[in-house]
């Protein structure tokens, strides 16, 4: 079952903030965090350990939620080069399948 | 240079005929994995690899086929391609089952 994200969809002028969520109905091991630019793959941003640290990738950090399986990015002072779709992905416990959810298109305008 | 290659890039093809994607990694990684991009659907996992000779499905394996002879090399094949597998195609690798995936450019296929 795929996590959902939400919004769908941000639009942002440079230097806003922004929060995606990602949630889930099991309990999870791990939610990872890909940024894909239109026509090209996705690119890994970081990763989330069950009893983990949040992490943080210069103004890009995220939490994870294991009561409630949710995950937040938290993105700040958003540059143009943030704008594109963010993915997460999540797995469960006893279990190595890697289930994205649809994603967040995000846009970051001048 | 560190990558995951794939080929071919664009394919157009008709039902029913058989085809491979190929996929190769150049760091040695354990876990590779092969997904399937769809418009309003995202990533959805198709069968990936823990190592040599060990594959397992995704969440969307049907009309799919996998192996893993060399830790290289995980080649996709569509034995009878049908309409509904005309998608963009991305294979990955990491390190580790928990670690950073890195993914290949995609591969475009059409099956009319």
């Known amino acids: 079952q795929q996590p959902v994200q939400s919004p769908q969809a941000v639009i942002l002028r440079e230097g806003e903030d922004a929060v995606i969520n990602c949630s889930s109905s099991?309990?999870?091991?791990?939610v990872h965090w890909y940024r894909q630019k239109h026509g090209e793959a996705p690119v890994f941003l970081m990763i989330?350990?069950?009893?983990?640290e949040q992490k943080g990738h210069d103004k890009i950090s995220a939490s994870f939620n294991e009561k409630k399986q949710q995950s937040s990015l938290y993105l700040t002072a958003s540059q143009l080069s943030y704008s594109g779709t963010y993915f997460c992905?999540?797995?469960?416990?006893?279990?190595?399948?890697?289930?994205f959810g649809t994603g967040t298109r995000l846009q970051v305008f001048p | 240079e560190a990558q995951v290659t794939q080929n071919p890039r664009y394919l157009i093809t008709v039902t029913g005929k058989k085809l491979t994607v190929t996929c190769s990694q150049n760091m040695n990684h354990e876990y590779m994995s092969w997904y399937r991009q769809d418009p309003g659907l995202g990533l959805r996992q198709i069968y990936y690899s823990m190592n040599v000779e060990v594959t397992d499905k995704g969440d969307v394996p049907e009309g799919y086929k996998v192996s893993r002879k060399e830790k290289r090399n995980f080649p996709l094949i569509l034995e009878s391609p049908s309409p509904n597998q005309t998608s963009l195609y991305f294979c990955?690798?990491?390190?580790?089952?928990?670690?950073?995936?890195?993914f290949g450019p995609g591969t475009r296929l059409t099956v009319t």
């Open positions: 099991k309990a999870l091991y791990s």
């Open positions: 989330l350990l069950k009893g983990g």
């Open positions: 990955a690798s990491a390190l580790t089952r928990v670690g950073e995936q890195y």
């Open positions: 992905g999540t797995r469960s416990l006893n279990t190595d399948k890697l289930i």
